[in-house]
Nanobody, 124 residues
Protein backbone atom coordinates (compact mmCIF):
# COMPACT_ATOMS: atom_id res chain seq x y z
CA UNK A 1 0.00 0.00 0.00
CA UNK A 2 1.39 3.38 -1.02
CA UNK A 3 1.14 6.17 1.50
CA UNK A 4 1.96 9.80 0.85
CA UNK A 5 2.49 12.25 3.67
CA UNK A 6 2.78 15.99 3.16
CA UNK A 7 4.43 18.35 5.61
CA UNK A 8 5.77 21.87 5.80
CA UNK A 9 2.58 23.84 5.59
CA UNK A 10 1.81 26.72 7.88
CA UNK A 11 1.31 30.45 8.02
CA UNK A 12 3.36 32.84 5.92
CA UNK A 13 3.19 36.50 5.07
CA UNK A 14 2.73 37.67 1.53
CA UNK A 15 6.10 37.69 -0.17
CA UNK A 16 7.40 34.98 2.10
CA UNK A 17 8.38 31.38 1.48
CA UNK A 18 7.45 27.90 2.58
CA UNK A 19 8.80 24.51 1.60
CA UNK A 20 6.46 21.56 1.44
CA UNK A 21 7.59 17.97 1.40
CA UNK A 22 5.90 14.81 0.18
CA UNK A 23 7.28 11.59 1.61
CA UNK A 24 6.26 8.21 0.25
CA UNK A 25 6.22 4.82 1.86
CA UNK A 26 5.31 1.49 0.35
CA UNK A 27 6.78 2.27 -3.05
CA UNK A 28 9.61 4.20 -4.56
CA UNK A 29 8.68 7.49 -6.22
CA UNK A 30 11.48 7.29 -8.75
CA UNK A 31 10.27 6.41 -12.21
CA UNK A 32 6.86 7.99 -11.65
CA UNK A 33 5.37 11.40 -12.24
CA UNK A 34 4.56 13.09 -8.94
CA UNK A 35 2.33 16.12 -8.70
CA UNK A 36 1.19 18.75 -6.26
CA UNK A 37 -2.38 19.99 -6.28
CA UNK A 38 -4.18 22.47 -4.05
CA UNK A 39 -7.71 23.19 -3.00
CA UNK A 40 -8.88 26.50 -1.61
CA UNK A 41 -12.12 26.82 0.38
CA UNK A 42 -15.13 26.72 -1.91
CA UNK A 43 -13.03 25.95 -4.98
CA UNK A 44 -12.18 22.86 -6.96
CA UNK A 45 -8.85 21.16 -6.56
CA UNK A 46 -6.33 22.54 -9.04
CA UNK A 47 -2.98 21.49 -10.45
CA UNK A 48 0.10 23.25 -9.09
CA UNK A 49 3.20 21.43 -10.31
CA UNK A 50 4.50 18.05 -11.42
CA UNK A 51 7.82 16.36 -12.04
CA UNK A 52 8.22 13.36 -14.30
CA UNK A 53 10.58 10.41 -14.07
CA UNK A 54 13.38 12.24 -15.89
CA UNK A 55 13.11 15.39 -13.80
CA UNK A 56 11.17 17.49 -16.30
CA UNK A 57 8.95 19.93 -14.43
CA UNK A 58 5.53 21.36 -15.20
CA UNK A 59 3.80 24.30 -13.52
CA UNK A 60 0.45 25.99 -13.47
CA UNK A 61 0.66 29.49 -14.91
CA UNK A 62 -0.31 30.94 -11.55
CA UNK A 63 2.81 29.61 -9.82
CA UNK A 64 5.39 29.45 -12.60
CA UNK A 65 8.47 31.42 -11.63
CA UNK A 66 7.56 31.37 -7.92
CA UNK A 67 7.31 27.65 -7.08
CA UNK A 68 9.86 24.93 -7.74
CA UNK A 69 9.25 21.19 -7.62
CA UNK A 70 12.09 18.74 -7.24
CA UNK A 71 12.66 15.14 -6.32
CA UNK A 72 15.09 13.35 -4.05
CA UNK A 73 14.99 9.70 -5.03
CA UNK A 74 17.40 8.71 -2.27
CA UNK A 75 14.99 10.04 0.36
CA UNK A 76 11.87 9.14 -1.64
CA UNK A 77 10.59 12.69 -1.32
CA UNK A 78 9.25 15.38 -3.63
CA UNK A 79 9.65 18.88 -2.18
CA UNK A 80 7.81 21.97 -3.35
CA UNK A 81 9.59 25.26 -2.70
CA UNK A 82 7.13 28.14 -2.66
CA UNK A 83 8.50 31.68 -2.90
CA UNK A 84 6.89 35.09 -3.29
CA UNK A 85 3.74 33.75 -1.73
CA UNK A 86 0.44 35.52 -2.32
CA UNK A 87 -2.81 35.39 -0.34
CA UNK A 88 -4.38 33.54 -3.27
CA UNK A 89 -1.93 30.69 -2.66
CA UNK A 90 -3.87 29.89 0.52
CA UNK A 91 -5.15 26.33 0.20
CA UNK A 92 -4.69 22.76 1.33
CA UNK A 93 -1.82 21.30 -0.68
CA UNK A 94 -1.80 17.64 -1.70
CA UNK A 95 0.80 15.47 -3.36
CA UNK A 96 -0.32 12.73 -5.69
CA UNK A 97 1.16 9.70 -7.39
CA UNK A 98 -0.13 7.39 -10.12
CA UNK A 99 -0.19 3.63 -10.35
CA UNK A 100 1.47 3.83 -13.75
CA UNK A 101 2.09 6.41 -16.43
CA UNK A 102 0.51 9.84 -16.65
CA UNK A 103 -0.74 11.29 -19.92
CA UNK A 104 -1.92 14.66 -18.64
CA UNK A 105 0.03 16.02 -15.70
CA UNK A 106 -2.62 18.53 -14.73
CA UNK A 107 -5.50 16.07 -14.60
CA UNK A 108 -6.20 14.92 -11.01
CA UNK A 109 -7.91 11.77 -12.29
CA UNK A 110 -4.55 10.53 -13.60
CA UNK A 111 -3.40 10.05 -10.00
CA UNK A 112 -4.33 7.17 -7.74
CA UNK A 113 -2.60 7.90 -4.46
CA UNK A 114 -3.08 11.07 -2.44
CA UNK A 115 -1.76 12.41 0.81
CA UNK A 116 -3.91 13.89 3.53
CA UNK A 117 -2.91 17.43 2.65
CA UNK A 118 -1.12 20.25 4.43
CA UNK A 119 -2.62 23.68 5.02
CA UNK A 120 -0.87 26.75 3.65
CA UNK A 121 -2.18 30.14 4.73
CA UNK A 122 -0.75 33.36 3.35
CA UNK A 123 -1.64 36.64 5.03
CA UNK A 124 -1.19 40.19 3.83
Amino acid sequence: QVQLVESGGGLAQAGGSLKLSCVASGRTLSGYTIAWFRQAPGKEREFVAAINWSGTTYYADSVRGRFAIDRDNAKNTVPLQMNSLKPEDTAVYYCAAPIGGVARMEDEYEYDYWGQGTQVTVSL
